[in-house]
DNA sequence: GTCTATAATCTGATAGAC
DNA sequence: GTCTATCAGATTATAGAC
């Protein structure tokens, strides 16, 4: 389908512009000329601005799921769970702070009266879904789940926000992992005797 | 000086705009009608509207200075350790859940082309030293409280975007200190041992 | 599907009278 | 300090020819 190909490029475009202005910081005057039309030859792709946002979070979350999937595709969960966790939380946080637009607009409410679109919010719900999986498989309860994307998403939040392009929360990466997986999964990661002091 | 109420109550407006429709969404006409003057009459105020963007993020570091401080006032960190973290932690997380707009003006960049006066920065970097300093009285390193500060952002920014309003992060608070301080300073903040499986 | 034309409105900001 | 007048341009979106 050729249709759907412009559709494409034109959410590329919009991308690219949000990198280089801040999200959704673009007219229609100027993704229309980026893809070589005219800002009114949109409509006949996307209805308003705001289906292009939704449009750019359904791509987002596809993006998401791939990543996701692709992370966790070597590891054998009930084989190896901590590598496996592991490895879904390395992938998520460069997920997040290689694209900060996308991670604005995929986990961050700041659009003003963006509301994703039923079908969008699904691929979230799926992606969400497929993150957390291990983490569901060694018993974490819901509160355990909310405290690991706490975790997650605040390592993110201040590598974007703080030290962007640097690594500065990247390397907090490990301990924070050990952290989490000994407060919730003692008897999976049980705490080296040796550094602890005994009461 | 009455110029100074004038440029208190802008800022006011500003801030409340900016929670009804996105922060730094409003229009100069918009925020001067509210205070009862026409938009070009701001100029003689603000030089641009950016410069009301910077006084709102003055504004909100001087108020997350006197958070903390009324927050770690009946504690002596050298006492109770602890407690005080924990008070000052509490203190951080209200303080960002009670106005998302504001935690967003604060700690994410958001504003296209905004950057922060260094007067107001100077404020800014006062009262990250004043939230950590429980922290570095503890002895925690540079690694420590960037996890500690990650954690703490991760949380409000999940209670900010996944449950506005609500407190599902807000109850995870207490296991996500604990867990923190026995990660950073175990002799502190032992393991009970009733709870943990001897090897 | 893309175009021209245009609606209808909003934008931040400046000049100068009073 | 506040006003009127205005600049110079932007914005999303629609109508209708081709």
Redo the contacts between chains.
């Keep these: 389908m050729r249709r759907q190909e412009t559709i494409d490029e034109i959410v590329a475009e919009a991308w690219e512009l949000s990198r280089a ?3 959704a ?1 673009f007219s229609m005057r100027e993704l229309g000329t980026r893809v070589g039309m005219r800002a009114q030859s949109l409509y006949s792709y996307f209805g308003s601005k705001l289906e292009i946002c939704d449009a750019m979070f359904l791509d987002g979350n596809r993006r998401l799921l791939e990543t996701m999937r692709a992370e966790t595709d070597g590891f054998d969960i009930t084989a190896d769970p901590t590598g496996t966790i592991e490895a879904t939380a390395r992938g998520f946080l460069r997920f997040c702070t290689s694209d900060p637009v996308r991670y ?1 607009l995929l ?6 009266d963006f509301v994703p679109s039923p079908d969008s919010f699904a691929v979230a719900q799926e992606a969400f879904d497929l993150a957390i999986a291990p983490l569901r498989a060694q018993g974490i309860d819901d ?1 355990g789940v ?2 690991f ?7 993110a ?2 590598q974007i ?1 703080n030290d ?1 392009g640097g690594d ?2 990247e ?2 990466i490990p ?2 992992i050990t ?2 997986l ?2 919730l999964c ?2 999976l990661y ?2 080296p ?1 040796s ?3 005994q ?1």
């Design positions: 202005n801040g999200l910081n604005q986990f961050q409410r700041t659009i003003p509160q909310d405290l994307t706490a975790v997650l998403a605040g390592l939040a201040q926000s962007p500065r929360w390397r907090v301990s924070a952290m989490l000994r407060e003692p008897n049980p705490t005797p550094t602890r002091s009461p």
